[in-house]
């Protein structure tokens, strides 16, 4: 059974920064590619960032790069997503995935219960 827990969420004002982590449960963190999502109110859920098993790639909405980063560390069984020169724009709840089939990101399998984001203007 796979978890994923997402935290460090919370409310900041525009132009700052946050970072969420993402602690998964199991051996096989390591082996899967990962992703972050958000659903903003009364919009669908989207697509944030993906990073392969081992970090060599990843891949970016063109609304969040260059203030965005993901990263993962395999020994901690953990996923990030540093995000800087945050805007009121990006206030959602955000949400970690496993990729559904394995190391190169594909379509998430497993959803975390998601942080919320919220930022002021």
């Known amino acids: 059974q796979v978890q994923l827990v997402e935290s460090g969420g919370g409310l900041v004002q525009a132009g700052d920064s946050l970072r969420l ?3 998964a449960s199991g051996r096989t963190f390591s082996s899967f590619a990962m ?3 958000r659903q903003a109110p009364g919009k669908e859920r ?3 960032a993906s990073i392969t098993w081992n ?3 990843t891949v970016y909405a ?3 790069k260059g203030r965005f980063t993901i990263s993962r560390d395999n020994a901690k069984n953990t996923l ?3 995000m800087n020169s945050l805007k009121p ?3 959602a709840v955000y949400y970690c995935a496993r990729d559904r089939l394995g190391s190169y ?3 998430p399998g497993y959803w975390g219960q998601g942080t919320q984001v919220t930022v002021s203007s």
């Open 21 to 23: 982590s993402c602690a």
């Open 89 to 91: 724009e990006d206030t």
């Open 105 to 107: 990101w594909t379509a």
């Open 55 to 57: 970090g060599g790639l």
């Open 46 to 48: 989207e697509f944030v």
């Open 35 to 37: 992703g972050w999502f």
């Open 80 to 82: 990030y997503l540093q």
């Open 62 to 64: 063109d609304s969040v």
